[in-house]
């Protein structure tokens, strides 16, 4: 008996460390303040997942580069599509991915701290209810040419 009681917590072991982790960034990139609106803003792109098995929620986050951190949405407002704060955070559904993009959802970045160019790597802390924080490390660059981001693809993943 012992010896099964050894082997069942060997297999709950190795099935922990196999397991993906409950949140994960990939694709993450910034926009170069030089291509910035007015006020010093830019924007976090990129993906994240939820691999766990509730919904959470994106609320913020936070970093060195910026005085305010706010999730945005790109919307149509009296017929007219404008930014805005997403009231109470973006769901990600439990398994399920959500796109940060140009023109559609994103982190938004306010009061800038310093100009960020392209080549330039900053530290961003996402913030989320249900979930402990992320923090991953994005790439800075400007969109090309025709709409088309250009960013160094990179995948990073947190456990909570």
């Not at 099964?4 to 990939?26: N, W, Y």
């Not at 997942?49 to 919307?75: C, K, P, R, S, Y």
């Not at 009296?78 to 994103?106: C, F, R, V, W």
Request: proline share 2%.
């Amino acid at each position: 008996m012992r010896k099964l009681s050894l082997i069942i917590a060997a297999v709950l072991v190795l099935a922990g460390c196999s397991a993906k982790p409950d949140i994960s960034a990939t694709d993450l990139w910034v926009k170069s303040s030089e291509t910035s609106m007015a006020g010093g803003m830019t924007a976090v792109y990129g993906t994240i997942t939820n691999n766990t098995g509730a919904d959470i929620v994106l609320t913020g986050g936070q970093t060195d580069a910026a005085g305010i951190t706010e999730v945005h949405e790109m919307a149509m407002i009296d017929g007219q599509m404008k930014m805005q704060e997403i009231d109470g955070g973006l769901t990600i559904p439990a398994g399920q991915s959500i796109e940060l993009e140009l023109g559609g959802n994103h982190l938004m970045l306010m009061q800038l701290t310093a100009d960020l160019l392209a080549g330039d790597e900053i530290s961003v802390t996402f913030s989320f209810t249900g979930a402990a924080d992320l923090v991953v490390d994005g790439i800075v660059a400007k969109p090309a040419e025709g709409g088309d981001e250009q960013y160094h693809s990179t995948e990073m993943e947190m456990d909570n």
